[in-house]
């Protein structure tokens, strides 16, 4: 576990864990790892928010359901104050990342850290969940938080709501 005490925008807070397991999927075409209600956390590279896949080759995942450190209990947020970033250290094969976390805000002591799962409500109904994060999602609303990098300790939705108005008009 990487902890930096400095906590301003950037601060590499965690790594997720480092226990990797091998799992052939071949027999499976399709696999949707958005809401398994697990500790699961895709390793190999498909391509960019890609939460619905099919393949016919081997994958990676991270499996913290049974050992892990904190990060395993980071919650999604549709307005996270984290982002993920592979960070590759003793190999360079995209499959073998340490999955680092980052602010990507300041963050106050006492928030809690969330990051986007990709979760898109309503896309897979036998897995659904319903998100509790309480943020309301605007078309726009993250590109316009993040450029005013506007230091919420708690998702404020109305000013949120405010700026996504006011801002991305023609986005809504
Ligand atoms: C990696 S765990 C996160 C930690 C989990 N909340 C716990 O207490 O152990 C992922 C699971 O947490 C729940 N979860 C996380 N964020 C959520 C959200 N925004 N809305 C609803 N459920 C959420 C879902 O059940 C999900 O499968």
Known sequence: IIYFLNDGKGSLIMTYVIKYISRLLSKLTH??????????????????KCWFYSFSWGIYLL???????V??????????NLFVQSVFV???????????FFTN???????????????EAGSMPETEISCQCGVQK????????????????????????????????SEL
């Open 71 to 80: 990060g395993r209990f980071l919650n999604h947020s549709c307005w996270p």
């Open 63 to 69: 499996d913290a359901t049974k050992e892990g450190n």
């Open 138 to 169: 605007l078309a726009g609303w993250e590109v316009e938080a993040n450029r005013l990098a506007v230091d919420y300790a708690q998702p404020d939705t109305g000013r949120l709501e405010e700026h996504s108005r006011a801002h991305c008009a």
């Open 31 to 48: 696999y949707d790892f958005r809401f398994t209600d697990s500790y699961l956390f895709l390793l190999t590279y498909v391509g960019k």
């Open 90 to 100: 003793e190999t360079h094969n995209r499959n073998f990342p340490l999955v680092a």
């Open 105 to 119: 805000r300041h963050v106050k002591a006492g928030t809690e850290l969330t990051w986007d799962y990709g979760y």
